[in-house]
């Protein structure tokens, strides 16, 4: 066992970093701001292609999906840097991180250039339609029925959570296909454009500001969208879907590890501007974040290390679970300990930066608002217990 | 469960404490006679429940006859059965006379053959884990028994090198206690059925096993990644020691209250096996510093590296 990565893909991490040196968009270049996540301003879009078109964005994808064929731990140490200068590769997080891998994973040859090439060249963007107000938790009681008619699928229902989607191009929707078979075995995923007509799409504001539009309700009122938008096999959706939350949770922890390494350097700034960095209460539950971080990071590394030996891995459920209630925990002790500096709205956890989604460039309070995301989106935080109970632990259902 | 603490002070105490601090003539003889079945142990705690070297409740000081020793260290592991006992011993003055470090240290770590010394054993909460308080007032040693393998500079940092090693075992002990108390909570809440159902089936009961298992990965991961540091050398070793400490002793807080209270009426027995596992872990948890202590050291050094970076970043 090992501390450090060979020189091998050290000398990519390297490349990588010389690369960003030369090409990042300044301060300057980034100063109108996305809205939504999938609203992508026209810098933004053209730092994407860049990426893309350097074998940067996906660097395990082939080179004509924006890759490189990187193996796992260059994939990997692109992530890290990426992370450590707080880089957000793409403005429309859902669709690079979810709704392309799916369509590269599911797609014909047809959809994947007329999908996912754009979405990856930012040249589209995608919100991602699986919740529903009656399927949360249990997403596959879904109820937006899609019927086939002649060349069309016709849908009917309603969405909701679709972060992004009133600006976004197309939504990836999770449809009721056969209303008859098990709850698993009836669903389909269609690509559905927004302009789509019988498409109405209701953003509403988040616990954060009213003004803060991100997610959405979708209504589906006899929309017709062609046959061959149909992403996977008839029914087959419930495999997609698991496809698509693997991707989402693949690598999710190294978000939640730099995170909260960010954390601790943000707070102990503030800390020493405040001078509190000596009260020893503060540096009690300070030591607890600081053990959450290594032990994230160290947890983290071993998936990484079971994933690149072949070995399945069932940790991605804990590392979901105890990064978000870490943060959670870090962000609600942050507020308390810093007691009215944290009425300040406008005091920014760790300054400005403008590479990254704005939600990243917040004060002390609506990061602990924002750490709910972490515990209840892509499965509860109860979910994941759960999960882990049965599939890790071995307890009866 | 037998008795581990003749293992556990010989090979995670004694034995780095002279590899670290020892010349070559010392650590052949002393390590040899450890290779050879010996058993010994490491004596600094103080009555307090300190567990620095700075504070050692054991002082020296040179005479003709060769190095006196005073002062009581207490709940040393093994204590009134081990071979040998290493002592670490404060140089200040406070056993008479002016500091008296034959070579200017702060403090000398001698080795006293277990006879010599007035060993008292503890009851401990914890039957299987062998306790004493050891008396080392008017013990004479020679000066080749004094650990003088190190520059004196570096002794404080010898020192605390093995202490962390002391850590790692410790901490890797509570770890695998924890995880036999959770794997006998998962048989047996597997097996328990009440309401027509294995318990295991509520999800009060598989949250709280969700918790343990967690509380437990955490600890375990930072004991590795502390032994790691030991086997490489990495700086990161101080801070790491600590986490895994701390860790440790958070994960058998939560999986001793959550192992019994699962375990439920069975649980409270003497008959059921599942407190000498938590116990164990409890023990562990006494000696070397508990959770909170290493959470003062993690907390004091990460602040410090934090303000560096920022105020680094910021330039």
């Not at chain 1, 988040?206 to 008839?234: K, M, T, W």
């Not at chain 1, 750490?371 to 217990?385: D, N, V």
Request: net charge negative.
């Amino acid at each position: 066992m090992k501390l450090t990565f060979d020189d091998a893909i050290e000398s990519v991490r390297a490349e990588f970093s010389a690369w960003l040196d030369a090409n990042l968009p300044t301060a300057q270049m980034a100063a109108q701001r996305p809205r939504s996540t999938a609203d992508v301003p026209a810098w933004s879009r053209a730092w994407q292609q860049t990426m893309f078109d350097a074998g940067w964005l996906v660097p395990g994808n082939p080179p004509e999906f924006g890759g490189r064929n990187a193996s796992l731990l260059e994939q990997f140490v692109v992530l890290e840097e990426m992370g450590r200068r707080n880089i957000a590769p793409s403005m429309n997080p859902q669709a690079l991180g979810i709704i392309a891998p799916s369509i590269l994973s599911f797609g014909t040859p047809e959809q994947r250039q007329r999908w996912a090439v754009p979405i990856l060249r930012a040249e589209m963007t995608a919100a991602l339609g699986m919740s529903e107000p009656n399927a949360g938790s249990d997403l596959a009681s879904l109820r937006t029925t899609a019927v086939r008619d002649g060349d069309d699928f016709v849908l009917n229902g309603q969405k909701v959570w679709t972060s992004g989607a009133h600006d976004a191009d197309v939504i990836l929707t999770f449809v009721r296909t056969d209303p008859d078979a098990p709850k698993h075995k009836g669903i389909s995923v269609l690509l559905v454009p927004t302009d789509t007509p019988g498409v109405e799409r209701r953003p509403f504001g988040s616990i954060i500001s009213p003004d803060d539009l991100d997610f959405n309700e979708v209504f589906f009122d006899d929309a017709r969208v062609p046959a061959e938008n149909l992403l996977g096999p008839l029914n087959g959706g419930w495999g997609v879907a698991n496809g698509s939350l693997g991707h989402e949770r693949a690598m999710l922890w190294l978000e939640y590890s730099q995170r909260l390494d960010d954390f601790l350097v943000s707070f102990g700034r503030a800390a020493h501007d405040a001078d509190m960095a000596d009260d020893a209460r503060l540096l009690d539950w300070y030591a607890s974040v600081a053990i959450d971080a290594q032990a994230m990071t160290l947890l983290g590394y071993r998936t990484l290390a079971k994933t690149r030996r072949g070995v399945e891995s069932t940790e991605q459920s804990i590392l979901k679970m105890f990064g978000s209630e870490a943060i959670q925990n870090a962000s609600v002790a942050a507020v308390e300990q810093l007691g009215p500096l944290a009425l300040d709205q406008t005091r920014l956890v760790g300054g400005y930066n403008h590479m990254q989604m704005d939600a990243y460039n917040a004060g002390w309070f609506e990061r602990y608002l924002r750490s709910f995301a972490g515990t209840i989106a892509g499965g509860t935080s109860e979910i994941q217990r759960n999960i882990v109970a049965e599939r890790v632990l071995g307890l009866p259902r | 469960m037998a008795d581990p603490t003749g293992f556990v002070a010989t090979t995670t105490q004694f034995a780095p404490l002279v590899a670290a601090c020892g010349n070559d003539a010392q650590r052949a003889r002393l390590l040899g006679a450890v290779a050879n079945g010996g058993t010994a142990t490491i004596a600094l705690g103080a009555p307090s429940g300190r567990w620095n070297a700075e504070t050692s409740p054991v002082s020296t000081r040179r005479t003709d006859a060769g190095w006196v020793l005073e002062g009581t260290a207490c709940f040393v592991l093994d204590g009134d059965r081990a071979d040998e006992i290493a002592v670490i011993a404060r140089t200040d003055g406070s056993a008479g006379g002016s500091a008296s470090s034959a070579d200017g240290g702060d403090i000398d770590v001698f080795v006293v053959p277990g006879t010599a010394v007035t060993a008292t054993r503890i009851e401990t909460m914890d039957p299987t884990m062998h306790l004493a308080d050891v008396c080392f007032d008017g013990v004479v040693v020679d000066e080749d028994r004094r650990l003088n393998g190190v520059d004196p500079s570096q002794r404080l940092a010898a020192v605390g090198r093995a202490n962390d090693e002391a850590l790692t075992g410790l901490a890797a002990m509570m770890v695998g206690a924890c995880q036999r108390a959770l794997d006998m909570v998962v048989d047996y809440v597997s097996q328990r059925h009440q309401f027509g159902v294995p318990v295991g089936s509520f999800q009060a009961v598989k949250h709280k096993a969700v918790d343990m298992h967690l509380a437990i990965e955490r600890a375990r991961a930072l004991a590795y990644f502390e032994a790691l540091t030991i086997a490489e050398d990495d700086d990161r070793r101080p801070l790491a020691a600590a986490m895994a400490k701390a860790a440790a002793g958070e994960a058998q807080r939560l999986v001793f209250q959550d192992s019994i209270q699962l375990f439920g009426g069975i649980g409270f027995t003497w008959e059921n096996d599942i407190h000498l596992y938590v116990r164990r872990a409890k023990a562990l948890e006494l000696i070397f510093g508990g959770a909170a202590d290493h959470r003062a050291v993690v907390g004091g050094l990460v602040m410090a590296a934090a303000f560096e970076t920022s105020t680094g970043a910021a330039r």
